[in-house]
């Protein structure tokens, strides 16, 4: 065999055997920083888990005080409403309990026996008051 050919072959066997020397070189650190990386991606996996937890309760404690608030606010506004509705509820029992105390005024200045029935039951009441006074 040709000696270049042999020599040759044992050169390209030493190159082939420094290729792999230098993979693994090289594979080793890369293969700690891989698992470094992995280890990092898990604990923030697992941070994510109870920040996504969280966000879950804070969305439904969110949900039922938006709820309580609507409840209040409706109540709140049904209160307003009626006592809106108070004053001219007030005006028309006011005016109702006008006009029939001066249909009764009317009718006992233009009957002469209710003004003395009015006059008989004052001077009752006001003896009346007077013994409680003494």
Known sequence: MN???LASIIILGIAVVVLVGCIVAVLGPIKKIVTLLLARVE???????YIQTEMIKLTETMDRLK???EFKKDSVQS???????TGTVLNEV???SHDKTSAI???ANNDPQRQAEVKEWT???MSYINRKAQ
């Open 67 to 69: 709820t309580d608030i």
């Open 105 to 107: 005024m009317k009718k």
């Open 3 to 5: 000696s270049w050919l």
């Open 94 to 96: 006011s005016d109702v």
């Open 123 to 125: 001077n009752t009441v």
């Open 43 to 49: 604990g923030i996996q697992k941070q994510m888990s």
């Open 79 to 85: 209160v307003i409403h009626s006592v809106k509705n």
